[in-house]
């Protein structure tokens, strides 16, 4: 069955940096575009990043545009989001996500998700 698994979540000080990975597996990940979302304590589910099945393109929110980098290792069936200058707003859990699409259609965002990883999270504190 399709399964992602997300890694790499943690306790990171404010200026820090985490990578979050997500293994993928049941689907020929070639085929998908990926996206990052977080949801913070409290509050409703954000889109970070996605990026196309072949990693060609690449899209950020704002806030982690010049912070944050989404990447893929297509031969690993992994996304990867390296997150740096962290800061404190940046504490969520973070969710891994398939697009029923091969490319990261922005205008349809989150909708274009058919599966969702367990989360993994990310702490920003001193």
């Known amino acids: 069955q399709v399964q992602l698994v997300e890694s790499g979540g943690g306790l990171a000080e404010p200026g820090g940096s985490l990578r979050l990975s997500c293994a993928a597996s049941?689907?020929?990940?070639?085929?998908?575009?990926m996206s990052w979302a977080r949801q913070a304590p409290g509050k409703g589910l954000e889109w970070v990043s996605g990026?196309?099945?072949?990693?060609?393109?690449?899209y950020y929110t704002d806030s982690v545009k010049l912070r944050d980098t989404i990447s893929r290792d297509n031969a690993k069936n992994t996304v990867y989001l390296q997150m740096n200058s962290l800061k404190p707003e940046d504490t969520a859990v973070y969710y891994c996500?398939?697009?029923?699409?091969?490319?990261?259609?922005?205008?349809?965002?989150?909708?274009?998700?058919?599966?969702w990883g367990q989360g993994t999270l990310v702490t920003v504190s001193s």
């Open positions: 049941g689907f020929t990940f070639s085929n998908y575009a």
């Open positions: 990026i196309d099945s072949d990693g060609s393109d690449k």
């Open positions: 996500a398939k697009s029923r699409f091969s490319r990261w259609i922005m205008t349809i965002g989150l909708n274009a998700v058919d599966t």
